[in-house]
């Protein structure tokens, strides 16, 4: 049988924590890779970072402290997923040509998210980016 349809008997800390890993190395990778836009705005860009590494890093904090689990994260991870989301916010902001250097809290992330139900608007509010009309 595959293993994916295996149960997972890691418990739920070191599951998120491998999440964690995962999310953190494709962002190195994507800050690595990126290429500024020549003409920004890049909207469809900024929107990939958002869906493959924003979204994702907030859902996983959303998941980890909802449902009943109320995961703790060791500073160490809780960091990393936070660095993580900020790296994702700065290129999201690159793509409209804003250098951001976001220090932006998680924790206000995933309650935006929780109230608005959009990865987008959560991303607008926290950086101002891009500027409303």
Same mark, same amino acid.
């Given at each position: 049988?595959?293993?994916?349809?295996?149960?997972?008997?890691?418990?739920? @800390?070191?599951?998120?924590?491998? =999440?964690?890993?995962?999310?953190?190395?494709?962002?190195?990778?994507?800050?690595?890779?990126?290429? /500024?836009?020549?003409?920004?705005?890049?909207? /469809?860009?900024?929107?990939?970072?958002?869906?493959?590494?924003?979204?994702?890093?907030?859902?996983?904090?959303?998941?980890?402290?909802? *449902?009943?689990?109320?995961? =703790?994260?060791?500073?160490?991870?809780?960091?990393?997923?936070?660095?993580?989301?900020? %790296?994702?916010?700065?290129?999201?902001?690159?793509?409209? *040509?804003?250098?951001?250097?976001? /220090?932006?809290?998680?924790?206000? %992330? !995933?309650?935006?998210?929780?109230?608005?139900?959009?990865?987008?608007?959560? !991303? @607008?509010?926290?950086?101002?980016?891009? /500027?409303?009309?």
């Amino acid at each position: 049988m595959p293993t994916h349809y295996q149960s997972d008997r890691r418990t739920p @800390q070191k599951r998120f924590a491998a =999440r964690i890993d995962e999310l953190a190395d494709q962002a190195t990778a994507d800050q690595q890779s990126f290429t /500024e836009p020549t003409d920004p705005p890049a909207p /469809e860009q900024a929107m990939t970072y958002l869906r493959e590494g924003f979204g994702p890093a907030v859902s996983l904090y959303v998941e980890a402290r909802t *449902g009943g689990m109320m995961v =703790r994260f060791p500073p160490d991870e809780y960091h990393t997923l936070e660095g993580t989301m900020n %790296a994702y916010l700065d290129l999201y902001a690159a793509c409209y *040509g804003t250098d951001l250097a976001g /220090e932006f809290v998680i924790r206000e %992330a !995933a309650q935006l998210l929780v109230d608005t139900h959009n990865i987008k608007d959560v !991303a @607008q509010l926290l950086t101002g980016v891009p /500027e409303r009309s």
